[in-house]
């Protein structure tokens, strides 16, 4: 079984459904994969068209027990100060491929693209922009071993 770190990068998104019927959309994104969840910030005032250029890190055991858990969900929400925060649409991304891409290489990423936000009524409205960057933990510590030793991997001494 390999261990390693997923890095999301979180752009951007747009055309948003509009959920406010005054004012504008406030935006933020809840990640999840498998239990582990991150919250992105929130974007004050910037309607349909957030831009938050976050990363987040998520660690990635493989392969489990099943193959469709390998599934990075992307809830977009809207800030309500003085009301339940209001769901906007959600974009799920499958990471499997990118996974065993990244054990077999040492690294995979997925530069940022573009993935359908789909309301409840399962329609599509709008878009929300990520990039992903799969790396397993032997080649991190590697990196962070050869940094401790100054970058001598071996002595002839």
């Given amino acids: 079984m390999v261990n390693g770190i997923l890095e999301v990068l979180l ?3 747009r055309g948003l459904e509009q959920s406010d019927f005054l004012g504008k959309l406030d935006p ?3 990640i999840q994969y498998k239990t582990q969840e ?3 910030s929130v974007r004050r005032g910037e309607g349909r068209n957030p831009i938050w250029n976050e990363r987040f890190t998520f660690r990635v055991q493989y392969p489990g027990a099943d193959d469709d858990q390998y599934k990075l969900f992307l809830r977009i929400m809207d800030k309500d100060t003085f009301s339940a925060d209001d769901f906007i649409g959600e974009a799920k991304i499958y990471l499997k491929d990118l996974i065993a891409l990244g054990v077999e290489n040492g690294v995979a990423e ?3 693209c573009k993935y359908n ?6 329609t599509y409205y709008g878009e929300i922009r990520v990039g992903l960057t799969f790396t397993p933990l032997a080649e991190i510590e590697m990196e962070q071993n050869e940094e401790e030793l100054g970058g001598w991997k071996q002595s002839f001494f």
């Fill in 110 to 112: 997925l530069h940022p």
């Fill in 117 to 122: 936000v789909i309301k409840t009524d399962q």
């Fill in 28 to 30: 933020y994104v809840l």
């Fill in 11 to 13: 752009v951007d998104a």
């Fill in 38 to 40: 991150r919250k992105s």
